[in-house]
């Protein structure tokens, strides 16, 4: 096991996971470096809807935005990422991520250390290398935060606390209050955030009538205000909601919410009701009760800080696939009733002293 004292790592480069999920199921790995090597500068290097999640995270010094062909603010290719990051002079890089491209990116921007999972055939290009967890050779899934914490454990991180955390800033949550109110939803109101969408695939999608429908039942019984997030390109599936519902599920424009201002949206609420998508993240971070729609999803992936989330999910012979598209019925959402999302969001906001 490789392991170093604190002055041992003055540079550290976090290359973060593509998903929003993922990057919030992150922190704590982040977290746990800092608490590590406290005087080290630590930059990330994410996607910029990462960068968004990761913005104002007090354990980063620096957020590097980029795509996967290495373009963003300060890069035009991934030729400039790796020299970007080269001048840096990294002593350690936890590569999150399992492709390749990541791992190989690491290895050119010259990191003494290069700590990752040993597959994709990237083994060489690590130079500590973790296995991941196999049963009868195969490996198994487990919960992503647990999975980037060991990662975080090779490099001698003691304090591998699982608490997701995301953080906004005065703006975002000014932001955030200044959409609500233009929806009409007032301080006191009892807010209920849907998300609908899923830019994973259209198997993750439960249907906007069914969340419609449990929508106006929430509304009628107790008057709530609901809103409706959809995130870029997913326009349509807001607009059916709305149309569908006929108590008024608000919906704001477009682009009116993006990723910051959507953390002041969900830290104001007190439920969410989601799809197996990235944004439902924050509610877990916020602690905010939430109920999670799943379809294609093997639940071990996201089985962490569920103590206010009901994880609803059909027993179905063909699944969790983890596929976008269905080939075959969609069974596995078409069981899930609005009468069990109620059911699981009425409980959870008794529970938490919500109604």
């Known amino acids: 096991m490789f392991s170093v004292r604190p002055t041992d790592a003055e540079r550290i480069l976090v290359v973060a996971p593509s998903w929003v999920g993922d990057v919030v199921m992150a922190t704590p790995a982040i977290r746990a470096l800092r608490s590590r090597f406290p005087d080290a500068h630590v930059t990330a290097l994410a996607r910029q809807t990462g960068a968004d999640v990761l913005e104002h995270n007090p354990h980063l010094d620096r957020i590097i935005a980029a795509d996967k062909k290495g373009a963003g603010p300060e890069t035009d290719s991934t030729r400039d990422l790796a020299r970007l990051l080269k001048q840096q002079t990294l002593d350690l890089a936890v590569v999150l991520p399992n492709s390749f491209r990541t791992a190989l990116l690491a290895w050119r921007a010259g990191a003494r250390r290069r700590v990752g999972y040993a597959v994709q055939w990237r083994s060489a290009l690590l130079t500590d290398r973790v296995l991941p967890p196999r049963q009868n050779g195969r490996i198994v899934p487990i919960n992503m935060v647990a999975r980037y914490l060991a990662l975080c454990g090779r490099v001698g991180c003691t304090h591998l606390s699982k608490e997701e955390e995301v953080f906004a800033s005065d703006d975002d949550i000014a932001a955030a209050k200044e959409v609500l109110s233009s929806l009409g939803v007032g301080d006191d109101d009892l807010l209920v955030v849907l998300i609908p969408g899923a830019s994973y695939g259209p198997s993750k999608l439960w249907g906007a009538e069914k969340f419609a429908e449990v929508s106006d039942n929430l509304i009628e019984r107790h008057g709530c205000k609901i809103v409706a997030h959809v ?14 519902s006929a108590s008024g599920v608000l919906v704001p424009p477009p682009g009116a919410v993006n990723l910051k201002i959507l953390k002041g949206v969900i830290k104001r609420s007190a439920l969410v009701i989601a799809n197996d998508t990235g944004p439902r993240h924050y509610a877990v971070a916020y602690g905010v009760p939430n ?49 069990q999302v109620l059911g699981a969001a009425e409980s959870l906001l008794a529970r938490t002293g919500r109604l």
């Open 291 to 339: 109920v999670v729609i799943l379809g294609p999803t093997n639940r071990r992936y996201i089985d962490v800080n569920l103590e206010r989330t009901e994880l609803l999910q059909a027993d179905v012979e063909c699944g969790p696939c983890q596929r976008k598209v269905c080939p075959r019925d969609h069974k596995c959402m078409q069981l899930i009733t609005p009468s």
């Open 231 to 244: 995130g870029p390109g997913e326009g349509e599936v807001g607009r059916q909601v709305a149309a569908a």
